[in-house]
């Protein structure tokens, strides 16, 4: 009994040492950024930026598409999505979301797949960190 006491006690006295491991490392669509906002907050920020700079700017590469904010999420993930732009019921070709504070960002879908990727992966990586700016709109 006082050997199992003994046991437990020292396994609780660990727990607060495992809690500051370094986190797991995310997926293969997992953009890699922890910041110290909210999940909404850099969502609202990527959303704003991404309808900016890939949208308003009539930027050639995004002329397809439009984009569609989900934002009012009751799961905890905000996202925004970019849908054909004469069919946006369509399935989504790229998902942005965010989750939990520290917000992780993820992106993925086909368009992370094509040849704007490495762009798409950049600038959201960029606007989740807190820079609105437009860079590589060609």
Not at 5 to 32: H, M, R, Y
Not at 110 to 135: E, F, T, V
Request: aromatic letters at 6%; proline letters at 8%; hydrophobic letters at 40%.
């Amino acid at each position: 009994m006082k050997r199992t006491f003994l046991a437990v006690a020292a396994a609780t006295a660990l727990l607060p040492l495992a809690a500051c491991q370094s986190e797991k490392k995310p997926g293969p669509g997992a953009i890699a950024l922890s910041s110290e906002n909210t999940a909404l907050s850099t969502m609202e920020r990527v959303a704003l930026a991404a309808n900016s700079c890939w949208f308003k700017s009539k930027d050639a590469a995004f002329r397809p598409y439009r984009l569609a904010p989900e934002l009012n999420s009751f799961t905890g993930r905000p996202r925004i999505l970019v849908v054909p732009a004469r069919n946006p019921g369509d399935r989504p070709l790229l998902v942005v979301q965010a989750e939990g504070h520290p917000a992780k960002v993820e992106a993925f879908g086909p368009l992370m797949q094509g040849s704007h990727g490495n762009r798409i992966a950049s600038d959201i990586r960029r606007w989740s960190a807190g820079d609105n700016g437009c860079a590589g709109v060609g």
